[in-house]
């Protein structure tokens, strides 16, 4: 690699990062800068059209596009991010198939991480609402909704039958009206598929905090929708909004409770913890970034978009965190790179937006575009003709038009796509001589031996030496957890073994929940850790190690 050639991370791999590397592969040679994005999927989501994946309108693989044929010359890596130090330009990822950080170090950085559904101090929510935010959410909902009817058709109890055909959706803007928009009309239509509830009584209910819904639009829009809405059969509770729930019911700051089991959250949303613990400034929990979308205290080196930036135009006027908006984002992000490389004066992001489109589903659509108010039929059909424009690739173009097609001549699939994750505790088997983990390696799993023997090996300046020999009873890989630090010796197998494995999140579940659980772990590592400490060298320690 030439000296001079630059690293570029992009951190995200929605809107604003993918158009980002989209962009810079064209205005920069191979031999000129190395791009890197980190996204936690191979894959970039049309989101606009994420809602029509609950009413099965369109396929589930068909809204999504495989990064690496988006960006060809862009090195994808994905894992999560878990660090960002903008002082010595580093980034850490999450570890791979082996427990290991990946560091990769960068000369200009792209922040283009989002939000996440944030449900702090709305107890229950978390456990009980249904965020709607990735495709795996759209196909959590999808398979929720067809569980519910099937077990509102088979269920005597009448009281329990209303709770399952009742939804409640929180958040009145785009996303909530969409995503209610096609649940409405999902679980009208296939109904009729269920003997025992064509003639049941569905309850879709939206509710919002302002005093009508789309505030980004122009009111007689916004009115218009509602009207559509309402004739469909929504019931809106407006100037409220769900400040908790239980598995039985949601409750609305108002105090009223609506009795349900199916609750969808659109808002609130916050930001990605990576991103929270950043020191640098901010507008409120959002990255502050200067009019040439530079992070305000690293001009030159670091760029934030779309959800996660607080963005103003050159005009002054707050950026609104939508697709338009995150690719001219990326453009103008691409363009001060490439500035920043070839010399150049940078580029202000100026773009204050074309309009705004909202589907009802059903022929019936909201748009406002360049000043022009349109509803009913037209907009719904302009609706349709500029998303399916902006799909990248012909392929895609196609295999959505037919799904369109199609679902105007046959009814709603009922099929469900069955992604239930098993627990991650789970027996392993391993043969002799099998490593079962290695020194250095991050702690992530505790270890439960069931049957054989395994030696404990010290591993110090090339030397390796055997501490000790675990045999059925014992466990290990405690320590590591409890300190948040790395391994300090590598688990050989020493003849064949079964062993209970129990990763991270489901320890420190059971830690937490079951305080004596958490107790006997901290009292094993408390006796553990002065053992190792005083141990000598040739002989082995009298407990595992971490």
């Avoid at 000790?468 to 957890?481: H, K, N, P, V």
Wanted: glycine share 8%; proline share 6%.
């Amino acid at each position: 690699m030439s000296a001079t050639k630059k690293q570029i991370v992009i951190l995200g791999g929605g809107f604003a990062g993918v158009y980002a590397a989209r962009c810079l592969e064209k205005m920069l040679r191979p031999e000129e800068a190395d791009i890197c994005l980190v996204n936690r999927e191979n894959y970039w989501v049309y989101q606009p059209m994420l809602p029509e994946v609950i009413s099965g309108s369109i396929g589930l693989t068909d809204v999504v596009a495989p990064i690496r044929r988006l960006c060809p010359r862009t090195h994808l890596v994905m894992r999560e991010v878990e660090d960002v130090d903008l002082k010595n330009r580093v980034v850490t990822v999450s570890p791979g198939f082996r427990p290991r950080q990946k560091k990769i170090p960068y000369d200009y950085l792209v922040i283009a991480l989002g939000e996440v559904t944030n449900f702090y101090g709305m107890p229950g929510m978390l456990e009980n609402a249904m965020p709607f935010r990735t495709l795996a959410d759209a196909i959590a909902l999808r398979n929720h909704l067809i569980h519910v009817l099937e077990e509102a058709d088979v269920e005597e109890d009448a009281d329990l039958r209303r709770k399952l055909l009742t939804f409640v959706v929180g958040g009145g803007g785009f996303s909530g009206v969409e995503v209610l928009a096609e649940l409405n009309n999902f679980v009208r239509d296939v109904k009729r598929s269920y003997l025992r509830l064509r003639d049941e009584q569905i309850r879709c209910v939206l509710v919002h905090s302002r005093d009508r819904i789309l505030q980004e639009m122009a009111e007689p829009l916004a009115l218009f929708a509602q009207k559509i809405l309402k004739k469909r059969g929504v019931e809106m509770i407006l100037k409220d909004r769900l400040v908790a729930a239980t598995s039985e019911k949601a409750i609305l700051k108002s105090g009223l409770e609506i009795p349900c089991k199916t609750i969808i959250s659109t808002v609130p949303s916050g930001p990605i913890p990576v991103l929270a613990k950043l020191e640098c400034e901010k507008d409120k929990d959002s990255l502050l970034v200067t009019t040439g979308l530079e992070l305000v205290g690293y001009e030159g080196q670091v760029w934030a978009l779309g959800d996660c930036a607080s963005i103003k135009t050159a005009s002054g006027k707050p950026v609104p965190p939508t697709a338009q908006h995150a690719t001219r984002e990326a453009t103008t992000c691409a363009l001060n790179i490439a500035a920043a490389i070839h010399g150049g004066q940078p580029a202000l992001f100026t773009f204050e937006g074309l309009g705004t489109l909202g589907s009802l589903g059903h022929g019936s659509a909201v748009a406002q575009i360049f000043g022009m108010k349109i509803s009913g039929l037209v907009a719904w059909l302009l609706w349709r003709a500029i998303y399916l424009m902006k799909i990248p690739g012909i392929k895609s173009k196609f295999r959505i038009s037919m799904d369109w097609f199609i679902h105007l001549l046959f009814p709603p699939d009922l099929a469900q796509t069955r992604l239930e994750q098993e627990s991650g505790i789970k027996n392993q088997h391993f043969e002799p001589g099998d490593i079962i983990f290695h020194q250095g390696d991050l702690g992530d799993s505790v270890y439960v031996i069931e049957k054989g023997e395994c030696d404990v090996i010290k591993e110090d300046q090339g030397a390796s030496r055997v501490l000790a020999t675990l045999r059925a009873g014992d466990y290990f890989g405690e320590m590591a957890l409890l300190a948040d630090k790395t391994r300090n010796a590598t688990i050989q197998a020493r003849t064949a073994m079964e062993i209970l494995l129990i990763p991270k999140r489901d320890f420190d579940t059971l830690r937490k929940s079951v305080p004596a659980f958490g107790e006997v772990f901290h009292e094993l590592a408390r006796k553990r850790a002065p053992a190792h400490a005083a141990a000598p060298v040739d002989a082995p320690p009298p407990a595992a190690p971490n």
